[in-house]
């Protein structure tokens, strides 16, 4: 027999008033899982990015890879568990800062900008489509051969969305004279003297659109007689 052998107690040793302790428990604890509220969702508000220097030394050297996924979870902050939130309801202010943030990572993305006139600028709240409108005009200006499909997206929804004919003929500006790479399509570039046709701007348009046939930058023979043509146009109006 092993003396170290702790022996059990039988069931009739137990005090008779431990059981209905027991049973009391029991039907409380249910009671209370019964009647308590089922538990509240809440939004949790977008915070303030750290700064880029915390954001450098967390990124463990690979700056890009932090980018994306900054990026990736940015996106998905309208969905928190047992709850969406409406893109229109966070704060563009804050959200314009971390889009910046996420730029200063990685310069070269794409993605914050497209995410800036494609998914956030989409909100019908027109202060807040503007607040996307900056965000991209500003940093068009860095980097205007890398960045130009934006802006000139910008002025799309200036133009059509919020009807803003003034600031679209101002992204449209700057598309000509800072956007002159060679990868700029020749649309872009062109994009304010079209504007400027439909605001009734007839002899700004001639003048712009007769400079740039006579600049030699349209090459292509059926493009120069396009123009041509809406030159001619133009004078005829």
């Known amino acids: 027999m092993n003396f170290f052998q702790k022996k059990e107690r039988p069931v009739k040793d137990i005090p008779l008033w431990v059981l209905p302790t027991l049973l009391i428990t029991l039907i409380i604890q249910i009671a209370w899982h019964s009647y308590r509220p089922d538990p509240?969702?809440?939004?949790?508000?977008?915070?303030?990015?750290?700064?880029?220097?915390?954001?450098?030394?967390?990124?463990?050297?690979?700056?890009?890879?932090?980018?994306?996924?900054?990026?990736?979870?940015?996106?998905?902050?309208d969905n928190q568990p047992g709850i969406s939130i409406p893109f229109r309801q966070l704060d563009y202010t804050v959200l314009t800062h971390w889009l910046e943030t996420i730029l200063a990572l990685d310069p070269r993305s794409q993605y914050p900008l497209l995410s800036a006139v494609r998914v956030f600028?989409?909100?019908?709240?027109?202060?807040?489509?503007?607040?996307?409108?900056?965000l991209v005009e500003r940093e068009f200006h860095k980097d205007p051969n890398h960045r130009w499909p934006w802006l000139a997206h910008a002025a799309f929804i200036a133009k059509h969305r919020l009807k803003d004919q003034q600031l679209a003929l101002k992204f449209a500006k700057a598309l000509a004279t800072e956007a002159t790479g060679k990868n700029v399509p020749n649309w872009a570039k062109q994009m304010q003297i079209f504007l400027l046709e439909e605001m009734g701007e007839i002899e700004?348009?001639?003048?712009?659109?007769?400079?740039?046939?006579?600049?030699?930058?349209?090459?292509?023979?059926?493009?120069?007689?396009?123009?041509?043509?809406?030159?001619?146009?133009?004078?005829?109006?």
């Open 40 to 77: 509240i969702a809440r939004a949790v508000d977008l915070p303030e990015p750290p700064t880029i220097e915390t954001l450098n030394v967390l990124s463990l050297g690979d700056p890009v890879a932090l980018s994306k996924l900054t990026m990736l979870w940015l996106q998905a902050h």
């Open 121 to 134: 600028g989409e909100v019908p709240v027109p202060e807040k489509q503007r607040q996307m409108l900056s």
């Open 204 to 237: 700004s348009a001639k003048i712009l659109l007769g400079g740039l046939l006579e600049s030699g930058q349209i090459t292509d023979p059926n493009e120069r007689a396009f123009l041509y043509e809406r030159l001619k146009e133009l004078e005829e109006k």
